[in-house]
């Protein structure tokens, strides 16, 4: 199962760091993947950390903003948002796959059929 939390409402400028915690599993032996979707829009993959060297990945949109980092001794994944804009409006899930490639460079596209397993999601909505 994967937890995440984090989000909230926060002025454009800000900054927020969202938390992906894993129950039941090694977080560490999971390729990590952030999607977001904001509403009339379909599903985006916006971050992704690989198991295998822990090498990331960025979508264009959030590139020099965002960053994906993991903790072992807290099993969690989190992804560090700054200059956060109002377009980062939406709700954010983190998802986790254990089969295939460790890497996020096998699978450039970052689809959500890339992975099996999804948090709940947490919303992050950015208003002044």
């Known amino acids: 199962q994967l937890v995440e939390s984090g989000g909230g409402l926060v002025q454009p400028g800000g900054s927020l760091r969202l938390s992906c915690t894993a129950s039941?599993?090694?977080?560490?032996?999971?390729?990590i993947g952030w999607f977001r979707q904001a509403p009339g829009k379909g599903r985006e993959g916006i971050s992704c950390?690989?198991?295998?060297?822990?090498?990331?990945y960025y979508s264009d949109s959030v590139k020099a903003r965002f960053t994906v980092s993991r903790d072992i001794a807290e099993n969690s994944v989190y992804l560090h948002m700054n200059h956060l804009e109002p377009g980062d409006t939406a709700v954010y899930y983190c998802?986790?796959?254990?089969?295939?490639?460790?890497?996020?460079?096998?699978?450039?596209?970052?689809?959500?059929?890339?992975?099996?397993?999804w948090g709940q999601g947490t919303q992050v909505t950015v208003s002044s």
């Open positions: 998802a986790g796959q254990f089969s295939g490639s460790p890497y996020c460079s096998s699978f450039p596209e970052m689809s959500g059929s890339d992975y099996d397993y």
């Open positions: 950390i690989s198991s295998g060297d822990d090498s990331t």
């Open positions: 039941g599993f090694i977080v560490a032996r999971y390729r």
